[in-house]
């Protein structure tokens, strides 16, 4: 979420000066603390917890709250963040250097003064993140109005924690400055300072319970993407209380635990940033993490060839130092790139390596068992891919297809899917407050033409379903007519044949004349059983198509409407030899119900009747200038028959009218045996 500060502001310019100031500074300091750790000492090494929690701190809350300062200036989570990596910089470095000066010189005045410093500039650093912090995450701003005075309270204790830690002699603080740094001078001693010490701590703590109780406050408030920003940030705030607490109980590894709390706070907000789009300031981390990965990277450098260095000759000058940073430097160089992408990767998953994405789709299409499972896996590689919380994939007649859990309030994107100009079905994500961005973007339309293969291929596979249980269907329809016609028709006229030629048998010596009466009768039935069984062969493929051809099998069924006073005129074009069996049934049905259709509702006084082949493709066309199709048309079954004889073979029809008439047009695939029905729909346009 965007805090109420977050408005692009042309005045905020004056603020990155300072804010960039305080994050170099914190960098710098941590670099000169590493460095001053690897130094020989002429007595006891530095404790590296107390270099490490400087280390840590700095670049953790240093480097990202300038990041946050800069950008959004005024929200004082970025300014907060500076103060509290500054302080544990500044506290570390001058402990560092000041044990290196006075091991080496017991009693030194600047020495002296830096262990003074060192001092009491941690306070900040450990008070105002439970304290003062949390009250103004995540959004950047308070709860409510009413929590300022909490703010007041804090930060005054803070002040004056630290001012009183600055004015305690060393022989009233708990910790007592190491014995081999030989006597050292207060600056500003004030006998009782350590009594306001122990008074204002249970403010401080007063302070940070009242911070964790800001963020059960705003979880109890809030919901969707906010309620997950807040998760996040309670989740690294209870690792930093958790981590303080264990360094207050257990004084030996005190240190090490408070160093340790450096970390998950800072991390809790970076992961919010860039995975959760928190204050849209993604692009700005992308760069501050690439560039303190390459310092860090840097420094590591640098300080294993100045150890080594040490090692070999024991005492390195200032210009072998600068030499071994400059090597330091050109080795990091290379991996400048590596880093840029793993950082890209962190931020954007594989939207700014678009072929990592669509090679991954690539491997699961091509693994999967069926066309069915494809597309599950299509939706997780999107959503994973691009860091979606949320994806669909909506197919026809396949449902959808679903990856996450939709936030009701997210905004969401759709693109389509489109395969041969056709659309299969759309792609629906839900966008992450920060968007998606133009990689993103471009990503997710490269990966949709990938999703769009597997979409068709879906549909075609529920399609030939489809298609399958309509053929053993048809085939089961047509066995049951036949049964009826041979069981209801053709069989009784048999049977009443049988027995009138029995009765002529009786007959033709007692009384030839009812004989010859009988077996004029069983004539008949034969007659009619022979005109039964032409009718059923006639239905199962016309019997003109055999004797005729296609062409004059059409004139012949055009008669009818001759007869009838209606001009019909029908032409053949192309070469309409070697049509499959099905396409010519196909093309005389759906051509004798256009004309049927033309006799009972047109009044048409003229019919043009078209057939052509081009290309493999076959196609009927029939057009009269009667009345046209009424406004309200819907496709009766005569219509749904035609379109029906056309799908079976993987053709198309449509009809289209007017008040000039009406055109039926059907395309059928000439030069191959029937296949999978291609879903169409029969377009009635009036």
Known sequence: MQPRSATRDPRRRPWRGPAAGGGAACVALAAATLVLQVLPADGPDYPAGSALRGVLAGIAYGVLGAVVATRLPRTPVGWLMVVVGLSNAVSSFTGSLAHLLLTETPGHTAGALLHWVAGFTWVPGYTLVPSVLLLFLPTGSLPSPRWRWVVAVSGGATVAATVAWAVTPYDQRDIAPPAYYGELDHPVPLDGAWTAVSAILPVVVLGALLGVASLVLRLRRTSGQERDHVVLVAAGAAA???????????????????????????????????????????????????????????????????????????????????????????????????????????????????????????????????????????????????????????????????????????????????????????????????????????????????????????????????????????????????????????????????????????????????????????????????????????????????????????????????????????????????????????????????????????????????LEQVDGVLTVRVADDGVGLARQATAGVGLTSMHQRATELGGSCTVTGGRGGTTVVATLPADRPAGPAQERLVEVTA
């Open 240 to 610: 930093t209380l958790a981590l303080l607490v264990a360094g207050w109980l257990l004084p030996v590894a005190s240190a090490a635990f408070v160093a340790a709390a450096m970390v998950p706070l800072p991390a809790a907000i970076t992961y919010a940033m860039v995975r959760r789009r928190l204050w849209d300031l993604d692009v700005v981390v992308n760069r501050a993490l690439v560039y303190g990965a390459l310092t860090v990277l840097t420094l590591a450098a640098y300080g294993a060839l100045l150890a080594v260095l040490t090692g070999l000759a024991q005492r390195v000058t200032e210009d072998w130092e600068l030499l071994l940073f400059v090597l330091a430097a050109m080795a990091v160089q290379p991996l400048k790139d590596r880093v840029q992408r793993a950082v890209n990767r962190l931020l954007y998953g594989q939207a700014d390596e678009p072929y990592a994405g669509v090679s991954r789709l690539a491997e699961r299409l091509t693994s999967a068992s069926s066309p069915g499972a494809v597309l599950p896996a299509v939706v997780d590689v999107v959503a994973r891919t691009l860091l979606l919380p949320y994806a669909e994939l909506r197919v026809a007649h396949h449902g959808a297809v679903v990856h996450g859990r939709r936030d009701p309030g997210a905004e969401t994107l759709t693109v389509p899917l489109v395969y041969s100009g056709r659309s299969v079905g759309e792609l629906v994500v839900a966008v992450p407050p920060g968007g998606v961005g133009e990689r993103g973007r471009r990503l997710l339309e490269e990966l949709a033409r990938h999703a769009a293969v597997a979409a068709h291929a879906a549909a075609l596979q529920v399609e030939l379903h489809r298609s399958r249980e309509h053929i053993v269907t048809s085939r089961e329809e047509e066995r049951r007519r036949l049964r009826h016609d041979l069981h209801d028709d053709l069989g009784p006229g048999l049977a009443a044949t049988a027995m009138q030629l029995d009765v002529a048998a009786d007959l033709v010596h007692t009384d030839p004349d009812r004989a010859a009466a009988v077996l004029e009768a069983a004539a008949g039935y034969l007659r009619g059983s022979v005109s039964d069984v032409r009718r059923i062969v006639d239905d199962l493929r016309p019997a003109a198509l055999d004797d005729l051809g296609l062409v004059p099998a059409v004139q012949e069924a055009a008669e009818r409407l001759r007869t009838a006073g209606v001009e019909v005129a029908v032409t053949g074009e192309g070469p309409l030899t070697g049509l499959s069996a099905a396409a010519e049934v196909a093309a005389y049905r759906i051509t004798a119900e256009a004309l049927a259709n033309v006799a009972k509702h047109s009044g048409a006084r003229h019919v043009d009747v078209r």
